[in-house]
């Protein structure tokens, strides 16, 4: 393990769990400005991780996808995701209850796409404004990531930082849409359905919920980030 693959996946660990944090605390916001207050009363406004902590989905799970490799555990590696402990809601404090459920919900994937679009103005502004900027964010993008002792580490760390936050939050953003429970794309999902397809959905076991998360999110997330990523590659290459 060399020092610089073991610091590149403690950046990816640190801004997986702030990524988990603010997508969990947009819910709770949003939540608050709709009429639901229970998320505020718990203290989940905030970007403090210990507030969103899950122990599997925050921790263990992201632990085995960045640290494993290093151990000989390469079976869910491939893409970086992960969940935080679910912003309690109680819908019936909203005044439209399906109308400001979704919105609560998709406030989550929205955030995510926010991480995505501040990291991608950082990449563009040093790939503009910095001398050799181009060919250290590109290079940076096409998948060379790790210390090059001719870049002022200050900078070549602003640019790794930046390029991991558009791959994790655009993975959580893809991840997060997906119609599996308890993630954020089956409650919009929910909502849509017939009351008897409902209580039918509502019996799906978490274990099988994780099953679905690993091998069909799995799937779905690597033919969803290949284009996005190409679209923003291509971007900061033509700008």
Sequence with gaps: MSSSSFLIAVFEFVLLLFSLSFHE???AWMASRLGDQTARLQGRVTLNPMYHVDPIGTLLFPALIIFGPFFGFTFFSGFLVGWAKPTPVI??????????????TLAGPASNLVLVFAAFIVLAIIRVVVPGGRTLVLSSFAGVIGLNPGVAPGLQAVVLLATLAVLINLSLFFFNLLPIPPL???RVLRNMLPYNAVVVYDRINIWVSYLLMIFVGGFILRLLLGPSLALVYSTLAHL
């Design 184 to 186: 954020d794309g089956s």
């Design 25 to 27: 605390c947009a819910h």
């Design 91 to 104: 819908t019936r404090n909203f005044q439209k209850i399906v109308r400001d459920d979704n919105l609560t």
